[in-house]
């Protein structure tokens, strides 16, 4: 009697502890993610919607580093999300576009100042053609010598749904032969200029062996997210004030699947019927989420079925340009954020 009373308690044990370590890996899995910052120009108070002033990105990195964030090279959250590896909590990662002259001038000496890695996604012809308010090729040298990363921007920095494919192709072999020849490096990251994408020019990354690509879409990445359309949080003036900014580096992912209309270009239906399956356990009554359809931010109708299914019903058609969804959530003292954006033509 006495050895049957032990092994139910053994029982016991085993499922509780197993049921244990289910709801922590559940909880765990539903905060683990990467928040990933895009800026662009540094200190060019001439160009608002793009530009960060050098005192607002000190102050993010001082609040970053304050408060014991983990940042990492953009290559090695990558490689965790590839393996399913968890992210160390608070994990952060910077980005810039488009090889302006002022962040090698104005930005980068600061994230030098602080030892914070940067990812450069650099378009190419500007480059070749030496413009005057762009990276040369001999800047770039140095900023990867000094420990910075560059990564692919496309050739022209074209909106590339709006050309056929060969083009979009000749264009992308251009720009990676062109960053071979001068940096002797083969990036596998891209960076779709205006975050601008399509089903078909992820194919073609595909076939160019480019492994991953990032779109201009707020939210945070986490296993599950697409590895060719991950979002980033936009800086600049407006964007980049410190409340705003803390706000985003906190922010946890929501978690879904299953996102319809599976098309991220958009040539008809401009008011299509948007669905997804929702993974984080959340109370439905707090998911809120905004479009920018008929050319202005709005909080969205929604559905929430049964099966956690969600149903969006938009107000009015997007616009012809780039279509955004946010959706958001408070989950106790964390908010969780999932983004996305269509390409409308």
């Known amino acids: 009697m006495q050895l049957f009373k032990l092994k139910n308690l053994i029982l016991y044990v085993a499922i509780f502890h197993f049921i244990f370590l289910n709801n922590l890996l559940a909880?765990?899995?539903d905060k683990n993610g990467a928040n990933i910052f895009m800026y662009h120009r540094f200190d060019e108070s001439k160009y608002p919607s793009t530009n960060i002033s050098i005192e607002q990105l000190e102050k993010h990195l001082i609040y970053l580093i304050n408060n014991d964030f983990n940042i990492e090279t953009i290559d090695d959250i990558l490689e965790k999300k590839s393996r399913e590896k968890l992210f160390l909590p608070k994990t952060i990662g910077f980005t810039v576009d488009d090889a302006f002259l002022s962040f090698f001038k104005n930005g980068w000496p600061i994230f030098k100042k602080y030892k914070i890695p940067i990812t450069l996604f650099?378009?190419?012809d500007v480059i070749d053609e030496s413009h005057w308010n762009y990276m040369s090729w001999d800047n770039l040298r140095e900023f990867i010598d000094e420990?910075?990363?560059?990564a692919l921007h496309s050739a022209s920095h074209m909106h590339m749904p709006s050309h056929d494919v060969s083009y979009i192709r000749n264009d992308l072999i251009s720009s990676?032969?062109?960053?071979?020849?001068?940096?002797?490096?083969?990036?596998?990251?891209f960076a779709y200029p205006y975050g601008e994408a399509?089903?078909?020019i992820i194919g073609l990354l595909k076939e160019l062996n480019i492994?991953?690509?990032?779109?201009?879409?707020s939210g945070v990445i986490h296993k599950d997210t697409n590895q060719y359309y991950l979002p980033r949080f936009?800086?600049?003036?407006?964007?980049?004030?410190i409340d705003r900014f803390i706000f985003s580096a906190n922010t946890k992912p929501l978690t879904i699947k299953n996102f319809l209309p599976n098309k991220i270009l958009l040539t008809e239906d401009r008011k299509p019927k948007i669905q997804f399956d929702l993974i984080s356990k959340i109370d439905k009554?707090?998911?809120n989420c905004f479009s920018n359809s008929g050319g202005k931010w709005n909080k969205v109708n929604l559905e929430v079925d049964q099966d956690n299914t969600v149903t969006l019903n938009l107000n009015e058609p997007f616009l012809i340009g780039r279509g955004r969804i946010n959706c958001t959530a408070k989950k106790g003292e964390d908010w969780l954020w999932f983004g996305h954006q269509f390409t409308i033509n």
């Open 234 to 241: 936009a800086l600049n003036e407006n964007y980049g004030k």
């Open 122 to 124: 650099v378009s190419t």
């Open 176 to 189: 990676i032969n062109a960053i071979k020849r001068e940096l002797n490096i083969s990036p596998k990251v």
């Open 27 to 29: 909880e765990t899995e």
């Open 198 to 200: 399509s089903n078909e």
């Open 285 to 287: 009554s707090q998911l």
């Open 147 to 150: 420990g910075g990363s560059v």
């Open 211 to 217: 492994e991953y690509a990032f779109g201009q879409h």
